[in-house]
Nanobody
Framework: QVQLVESGGGLVQAGGSLRLSCAAS????????MGWFRQAPGKEREFVAA????????AYADSVKGRFSISKDNAKNTVHLQMNSLKPEDTAIYYC????????????????WGQGTQVTVSS
């Protein structure tokens, strides 16, 4: 079993920045790909970003390209999501996820989930 714990969410004004972190524990493997998803009220959960097991390849949703950046620290079993130029439409609960296939793709197959962290962007 893999446990994922997110942190770093909060309230920020439009145009501001936040950095989310996800700490992995349990039966984690550095060969897992890590990703971020989000779910806004009344909407389905959607893919945001992913990074492959090496940390050499990333994938992003079109809506966040150029504003968000995902990174991975295998030694610390952590993954980060740097979010810049935030918009009110980025408001959502952000979830960390792990994919045992190890590849970064928008068709990320989340097999493990964190509990989520709230991000609210005010206009």
């Amino acid at each position: 079993q893999v446990q994922l714990v997110e942190s770093g969410g909060g309230l920020v004004q439009a145009g501001g920045s936040l950095r989310l972190s996800c700490a992995a524990s349990g039966r984690t493997r550095s060969t897992y790909a890590m990703g971020w998803f989000r779910q806004a009220p009344g909407k389905e959960r959607e893919f945001v970003a992913a990074i492959n097991w090496r940390g050499s390849t990333t994938a992003y949703a079109d809506s966040v390209k150029g504003r968000f950046s995902i990174s991975k620290d295998n030694a610390k079993n952590t993954v980060h999501l740097q979010m810049n130029s935030l918009k009110p439409e980025d408001t959502a609960i952000y979830y960390c996820a792990a994919d045992t296939r190890g590849i970064a793709t928008p068709r990320f197959r989340a097999e493990y989930w964190g509990q989520g962290t709230q991000v609210t962007v005010s206009s």
